[in-house]
């Protein structure tokens, strides 16, 4: 993966060989002091030029709406495609080369990695998705699908959202959950960033008031 200032990237999944994942930046040179889809229209180049970065091409990507649900979808087949499925908050496969893509500001997005079965999930959690337990949903769902065991699982739990500038501490029941699911403690890692922490780096709908521009978190293993 080439560097980006504006793609953050995290150790634990770093260290997995062969995975490819990313968390992008705020770019201040998109206005986007506007709806979501407009907003996620003028990002779309960039979230192309990070995914280009990271050697993932749009044809190997699926994306999920991100309706603050709990509907997890697998996304398999011979080959690695692209969709872009309505409804859903969480995506998972195994298929080689084939990358997963989830849309948040404020809402935790989820990266779950299995490198012994060379399985992932991207998952969008917010308060609702948290209570509806979505989280620990993907981990079931790995299990079921490819046979993931949850001791095999790593998690990462990307910058979203806060106490004490949000009443819920999402993150906190995300983490809990997915050990409680059977994940090790140790293999859950929550970055601890809130997204209204830094504005030059973050966007947050509840800060800017619902028009602002979306990070976009990807995750996927590659064919090689």
């Not at 990313?22 to 979230?47: K, M, N, Y």
């Not at 998690?155 to 059977?182: H, K, L, N, W």
Request: contains cysteine; glycine residues 10%.
């Amino acid at each position: 993966m080439t560097a980006s200032p504006l793609l953050e990237t995290f150790p634990i999944l770093s260290a997995l060989p062969g995975l490819v994942h990313g968390f992008t930046l705020r770019s201040l040179e998109i206005d986007v002091v506007t709806e979501r889809e407009e907003a996620l229209a003028r990002l779309r180049p960039f979230f192309d030029e990070q995914l280009a970065r990271a050697g993932i091409a749009r044809e190997h990507l699926a994306t999920g709406e991100q309706v603050h649900g709990g509907v997890l979808a697998g996304i398999d087949g011979e080959e690695p495609g692209t969709c872009h499925l309505a409804g859903t908050d969480g995506l998972f496969t195994a298929t080689p080369g084939q990358f997963l893509g989830v849309y948040a500001a404020d809402c935790a997005a989820i990266l779950i990695a299995d490198p012994v079965r060379r399985a992932c999930a991207a998952v969008h959690s917010g308060a609702v998705g948290s209570v509806l337990g979505i989280a620990p949903a993907a981990i079931r769902a790995m299990g079921d699908n490819y046979g993931s065991v949850p001791a095999d699982l790593i998690v990462q739990i990307a910058p979203c959202i806060r106490p004490p500038v949000y009443e819920m501490d999402f993150a906190a029941t995300i983490a809990s959950d997915c050990v409680e699911a059977g994940v090790p403690a140790a293999q859950v890692v929550d970055c601890g960033t809130c997204t209204t922490s830094d504005p030059s780096r973050y966007y947050s709908y509840r800060v800017e008031k619902g028009k602002t521009g979306r990070h976009f978190a990807f995750i996927g293993w590659n064919s090689l």
